[in-house]
T-cell receptor
């Protein structure tokens, strides 16, 4: 049974710092991995989608990597801003399985 | 182009009642999935539909049912509501029932059972 774990559960960093969020999964036979952002009480906004054959994807200040063999993905956020404060969720597919998320708070 | 739309946005129901939640996918998307998210947890998979057929079901009781219409919109029905059904219900659509495409989520329906 696929399990997805995100560490840390919560993170506070000063504005401007670079940071890394971690996601691990137990079954490496995934089709793709997707990172989402969720603001309090809101739906999910897709940030990056990495296919199983890819190693990384980049969008602006965000970079996501995928290592299927070790069952790990990281989301790198460069030059963090207060607007980046949200919960970040990773999910693996076939039937999309989510981690519990990392609550990120950027301190102005 | 409109994104995934869900209605209603908020709903309060009494234990034992029935509820219907609605979802309209992005135009051209034929796959719709439903998720339940309780506070502090990641979303949990409930159902997936593609071309009006159920393609997957999560570990939820038979009180939960869903269907997809010819226009690819979808309904999630929950019977005999329990307090524990209080959650944010999310709908997601995808272009095809393949794994090459990601999901786009709606803003969700906040269900409170009292």
């Amino acid at each position: 049974k696929q399990e997805v774990t995100q560490i840390p559960a919560a993170l506070s960093v000063p504005e401007g710092e670079n940071l890394v969020l971690n996601c691990s999964f137990t079954d490496s036979a995934i089709y793709n991995l997707q990172w989402f952002r969720q603001d309090p009480g809101k739906g999910l906004t897709s940030l990056l989608l990495i296919q199983s054959s890819q190693r990384e994807q980049t969008s602006g200040r965000l970079n996501a990597s995928l290592d299927k063999s070790s069952g790990r993905s990281t989301l790198y956020i460069a030059a963090s801003q207060p607007g980046d404060s949200a919960t970040y969720l990773c999910a693996v597919r076939d039937k999309i399985i989510f981690g519990k998320g990392t609550r990120l708070h950027i301190l102005p | 182009d409109a994104g995934v739309t869900q209605s209603p946005t908020h709903l309060i129901k009494t234990r034992g009642q029935h509820v219907t939640l609605r979802c309209s996918p992005i135009s051209g998307h034929k796959s719709v999935s439903w998720y339940q998210q309780v506070l502090g947890q990641g979303p949990q998979f409930i159902f997936q539909y593609y071309e009006k057929e159920e393609r997957g079901r999560g570990n939820f009781p038979d009180r939960f049912s869903a269907r997809q219409f010819p226009n690819y919109s979808s309904e999630l029905n929950v019977n005999a509501l329990l307090l524990g059904d209080s959650a944010l219900y999310l709908c997601a659509s995808s272009l095809w029932d393949t794994t090459n495409y990601g999901y786009t989520f709606g803003s969700g329906t906040r269900l409170t059972v009292v």
